[in-house]
């Protein structure tokens, strides 16, 4: 039987909702052998993580996601196998932490002149690290206040691209996320990418400045793909000569499609990003 590798998660220090330790724990639970804490822009719980798993006998790779802009868009990329400690790396990510800090206080303004005061103190109250604020944790307030039924329909009236309280985020370029993570010995993976929104044009063009800058893997299994677009990446993965990752965008508890370790194989002809690791 394959091992069942899973190098995509997050935890309650970015917008996860378990601490690190307890996600090391679930992954444990669910039959994972060798698991990656990949948090948003963000390293701080990967020493909790790594002592949680070696004390469960689990396979640990650290990992970060950091948030990209490419072709006007935002894209996530996936650091596996880093060291957390680089200082390129760790520069990189603080000044992206900062940005985001900033563009937190916009939404609540937006969401204030919605008539929904104190935003920003309800988005913090479901945030463990301040600096990770994002519109995942207004969403949270929203939806505790009642001023939605869902997150998605927080998203759908208030903060998705174009409503009333989105404020555009301006991120790293691809070039410099991928050399960060090179720089800190990892890996650099594209993450879901059938959550693009792209023309094939620009999925060509995402592709090429990716192997050019020295990319590594194709995230082709994720819990927010289909089996055809599984099958459309690992083509596209072999064809870009990209080794293929596995990994489920782990959030919280409760959703099945995204539980830890229950997404499909890779096939058998691609090769593991985690091969000379495992």
């Not at 691809?174 to 890996?187: M, P």
Request: contains cysteine; glycine residues 10%; hydrophobic residues 40%.
């Amino acid at each position: 039987m394959p091992l069942n590798v899973d190098l995509h998660s997050h935890s309650s220090r970015s917008d996860g909702v378990l601490p690190p330790a307890q996600v090391a724990a679930r992954a444990h639970a669910q039959g994972v052998d060798w698991w990656a804490l990949s948090d948003h822009d963000e390293t701080s719980g990967l020493a909790e993580a790594a002592a949680a798993a070696r004390e469960l006998g689990l396979g640990f790779i650290p990992g970060v996601e950091i948030s990209v802009t490419f072709c006007e868009r935002t894209i996530h990329i996936l650091g596996l196998n880093i060291d957390p400690e680089q200082p390129d790396l760790r520069s990189g990510l603080a000044g992206i932490r900062g940005s985001r800090f900033e563009r937190a206080g916009e939404i609540a303004e937006r969401l204030r002149a919605c008539g929904i005061a104190d935003a920003y103190e309800g988005a913090l109250r479901h945030v463990e690290n301040p600096e990770l604020i994002g519109r995942v944790h207004f969403a949270r307030h929203l939806l505790e206040q009642g001023h939605c039924k869902s997150l998605q329909q927080a998203f759908d009236r208030y903060l998705g691209e174009g409503k009333r309280a989105f404020v555009p985020m301006r991120w790293p370029g691809l070039e410099r996320a991928v050399a960060w993570i090179r720089a800190a010995g990892g890996k650099a993976v594209i993450a879901h990418p059938g959550r693009y929104r792209y023309t094939p044009q620009q999925f060509d063009a995402l592709f090429d400045a990716f192997k050019a800058h020295g990319g590594a893997g194709l995230e082709v299994v994720s819990s927010g793909h289909t089996p055809a677009q599984c099958d459309r990446y690992a083509r596209l993965a072999q064809a870009y000569g990209f080794e293929a990752s596995r990994g489920s965008d782990f959030h919280a508890p409760g959703i099945p499609r995204a539980d830890l370790g229950r997404v499909p194989p890779l096939p058998e002809y691609l090769t593991p990003v985690w091969r000379d690791w495992i």
